[in-house]
């Protein structure tokens, strides 16, 4: 499936990274939005509001992001595609019905774009906290797919390819920018429609009456219908059969939520993205993500002038995390060395993943600004010693 060309701006523009994700999402579809305003998000909002009366789409400003996130919800079972964009406290509101997305199996894009926290924090200062709250931030057990660009032109590449993950298998999907990347303005090549491939909702063939909308196929993902088009459909956020009808069993819910984790697990190989650059032969390995991995590499490139073997691992996908890369790995550097904009989140998973075969160093504060370059050389410096 390829993407209209009505609703694709082919070309090179300048945009910053809050346009350009608003611009992907347009060239892969997305036609319903329901978001609250919230700095440094709300650019997003802004341009979808005015790109959406030229491509028949439905532009909400919801009174919070509580009914934001379900708005895109219900526009999903209607056959819309879907998004919500917002920031740190309006990530903490929508965490509820992110997890109802889950439970019902629903296709849609929520983008956080990162801010310093807790709480009302910095508004206007960058942060990159929410990466655990992303995996983790409803309750339950469940698996999420979280990118993170670290550029306007990722910004747009990602939002595509998070509307391409969430119609696959049937998952909300995070974009987690960062306030850097959504307020820097850089050159961004938007491809003609014919080069911009779409993964197309796989909707039933079945008849109204054999058609259950749980029933898994091959790869445990079930097909959709749109509502009011002659279905029957239950759907809930408790736990429930095929039909979509609450069963309160322990049995029902191990079935149910082992298919709703195993669906994205057993495609992990086909979801994880990350770049590697001189891992080979590397002494120590940075890991980073987001506006830090862009940071990172004049400290990269200033100890391998220095004779220090540095190879660079960027995550393009942080959720579901490469811990099998990670592994062997460790099995022939010195030390991950992990800088982030918040005290050391990722780096809890470097380390678990590399189980005590290689050092984990942290590079981290709480947020508002980006590393000094010269801070990440001089740790690697320190570990070498």
Same mark, same amino acid.
């Given at each position: 499936m390829q993407a209209d060309p009505i609703n694709v701006l082919e070309g090179v523009h300048f945009l910053d990274g809050d346009t350009a994700c608003a611009e992907g999402a347009l060239a892969a579809g997305c036609r319903f939005f329901a978001g609250y305003p919230i700095t440094p998000?709300?650019?997003? &909002?802004?341009? *979808?509001?005015?790109?959406?009366?030229?491509?028949?789409?439905?532009?909400?400003?919801?009174?919070?992001?509580?009914?934001?996130? &379900?708005?895109? *919800?219900?526009?999903?079972?209607?056959g819309a595609k879907s998004m919500t964009v917002t920031s740190g406290p309006g990530f903490s509101l929508m965490m509820e019905n992110l997890g109802l997305a889950v439970m019902m199996e629903t296709p849609c894009v929520v983008v956080n774009v990162q801010r310093g926290g807790p709480s009302t924090g910095l508004p206007t200062m960058v942060g990159q906290a929410d990466v655990m709250q992303a995996r983790w931030g409803s309750h339950g057990d469940y698996e999420i797919i979280a990118l993170a660009p670290n550029s306007p032109q990722e910004a747009f590449d990602f939002t595509i390819k998070a509307f391409n993950y969430a119609e696959q298998y049937r998952v909300p999907v995070l974009v987690l920018l960062d306030e850097c990347v959504g307020h820097m303005t850089e050159r961004v090549v938007i491809p003609s429609a014919a080069d911009i491939t779409l993964t197309a909702r796989r909707y039933t063939k079945k008849a109204p009456e054999e058609y259950m909308p749980y029933t898994p196929t091959d790869d445990l993902v079930p097909e959709m219908i749109k509502a009011g088009e002659g279905y029957k459909i239950h759907t809930t956020g408790l736990t429930h059969d095929e039909r979509g009808y609450p069963v309160m069993s322990a049995d029902a819910q191990e079935k149910l939520v082992k298919r709703l984790v195993s669906k994205i697990k057993k495609n992990v190989d086909k979801i994880i993205d990350i770049q590697e650059t001189n891992t080979k032969d590397a002494e120590i390995i940075i890991v980073a993500y987001g506006i830090t991995s862009r940071v990172a590499q004049p400290a990269i490139d200033m100890a391998n002038k220095k004779g220090i073997k540095t190879g660079f691992l960027k995550l393009n996908t942080i959720w579901p995390f490469p811990e099998a890369r990670i592994r062997e790995l460790a099995k022939s550097v010195k030390a991950f060395v992990v800088p982030e904009i918040n005290l050391g989140q990722i780096a809890l998973e470097v380390e678990r993943a590399a189980c005590g075969q290689a050092r984990i160093v942290r590079v981290s504060h709480a947020g508002g600004s980006v590393h000094n370059p010269d801070d990440i050389f001089n740790v690697i410096m320190e570990v070498v010693k």
């Open positions: 998000s709300t650019e997003a &909002a802004e341009r *979808i509001s005015q790109r959406f009366p030229h491509v028949g789409g439905l532009f909400i400003q919801m009174e919070d992001e509580l009914g934001s996130m &379900a708005a895109i *919800i219900g526009a999903s079972w209607a």
